[in-house]
């Protein structure tokens, strides 16, 4: 089991990072940066809610290096990580590149730098290294923590005359059935357009159906795709699908932002989202007010499994192996990871960072409740796996919910995947 520390999280913005000069460039392009300008790739570049962040961390880079330029040019999120790829095999492109943890960044390692010489200072400061290391070696900075807390309309609960979300799946369904009865909200709003939805559903139901060991081998890479406990989990996929709790047309709906979009609304009453960027606590509470957003922990499946909420790192920076300096360019990473410059997020942008010097004391009700629970949290599943494996999953999850597939056929296909990497 991968060690975690505890920590005191803060509220910060992740996702969005910016700043005031480049378009966008493809890796065909002069992206790279020279002796004097270092050039940063992300995907969220002109958002509003992270222009202090930006400032900040420019500002602090500007001490240790004031005639070094930094450029952050906005790629696509659809687009990112072919535009990356193509970087990667081209050997040119940007300096310093933003990163999910995961899947995305261990399948990219060979091509960047190890950062574990430059940043030592950071260890204790900041969580979430994990998500970010392959063979032993961070290859990123961690900026903010990532996981999948199970959000709830309070209002819709008390409409319908329950207090709270029932804490096993019959009667949580059952409870479902009551909401839509009396509110016509379904009971999870879904988008799986994209096929992100069944990450978000195995890694928030599965310390609900796991034994804690079972939980622990899966993160240790020793997955048993046969087990009934993990077939358990694909059969609860397929089931939102066919007995009708998931929002019209799942398939067909993008998770960003049109799922978080009918949670907002009062079309469903739960909604799997996350602790940072966007569809997450401040997202909601602009909605439905603080006093109306709940978290839940996963009803239990299996009396033997230990509920828990899975997170890891969000997001992160990495640097390239071709920039020119990468001493340099480490030191911009650490920059971004700054706690001054993290601080300048604090409630604007709603992220869970991955500092943990920050107080989240003027936190509302629900990320109260989330960093409460980061402390017993698990690494998500879908992290351990292959981002080759994820996206497998993402497309036959599509199948299992339009009854074009088999449970059976799913899971020996991400078994024969997740075999070969």
């Not at 300096?95 to 995305?104: A, C, E, I, Y």
């Not at 309070?154 to 329950?162: H, N, P, S």
């Not at 479902?176 to 009971?187: D, E, I, L, M, N």
């Not at 410059?341 to 004391?361: E, H, M, Q, V």
Request: glycine share 10%; hydrophobic share 40%; with cysteine.
């Amino acid at each position: 089991m991968k060690q975690r520390t505890l920590w005191s999280a803060v509220l910060v913005a992740g996702l969005a990072f910016t700043a005031g000069c480049g378009s966008a460039s493809g890796p065909g392009s002069s992206a790279g940066g020279t002796s004097d300008k270092l050039v940063v790739w992300d995907w969220k570049s002109g958002d509003a809610k992270a222009a202090a962040y930006v400032e900040k961390a420019k500002a602090d880079f500007a001490k240790k290096h004031p005639g070094v330029r930094v450029e952050f040019v906005a790629q696509p999120f659809d687009q990112y990580y072919t535009l990356l790829g193509a970087a990667v095999q081209a050997g040119q492109g940007p300096d310093v590149v933003l990163f999910n943890g995961g899947g995305q960044i261990r399948d990219r390692s060979d091509a960047l730098t190890p950062l574990d010489s430059y940043v030592s200072d950071d260890r204790k400061r900041l969580a979430g290294w994990d998500a970010f290391t392959e063979d032993g070696k961070a290859y990123a900075e961690p900026v903010t923590l990532q996981g999948h807390p199970i959000y709830y309309n309070k209002d819709l609960y008390q409409k319908a005359g329950l207090d709270s979300p029932a804490k096993n799946w019959d009667d949580f369904v059952r409870d479902c059935g009551v909401v839509t009865q009396k509110t016509g909200a379904k009971c999870f709003a879904l988008g799986n357009k994209e096929g992100i939805g069944i990450q978000f559903f195995l890694s928030a139901m599965g310390s609900a159906v796991l034994t804690p060991q079972e939980y622990d081998d899966w993160i240790a890479g020793r997955r048993n795709w046969s087990s009934p406990d993990v077939k358990k989990i694909f059969e609860l996929w397929k089931q939102t699908g066919d007995s009708g709790l998931n929002t019209d047309g799942a398939n067909s709906t993008a998770m960003f932002n049109d799922a978080f979009a009918a949670f907002n609304s009062g079309k469903a009453a739960n909604v799997i989202g996350l602790m940072s960027d966007v569809g997450h606590w401040k997202d909601f509470a602009e909605f439905l007010t603080p006093e109306k957003v709940g978290v839940m922990p996963a009803p239990v499946v299996n009396p033997a499994a230990k509920p828990s909420l899975a997170y890891d790192g969000g997001i992160g920076y990495a640097v390239t192996k071709w920039t020119k300096d990468q001493k340099v360019a480490a030191d911009l990473v650490r920059s971004l990871t700054s706690t001054e410059a993290l601080k300048a997020f604090y409630l604007d942008g709603g992220a869970i960072a991955a500092d943990t010097t920050i107080d989240t004391s003027a936190g509302g009700p629900a990320v109260k409740t989330i960093v409460s629970e980061v402390k017993s949290g698990k690494p998500a599943l879908h992290v351990a796996l292959s981002s080759k494996t994820v996206d497998l999953m993402g497309r036959l999850s599509q199948q299992l919910l339009s009854g074009s597939t088999t449970v059976d056929d799913v899971l020996q296909q991400l078994a024969a995947s997740d075999k070969t990497g």
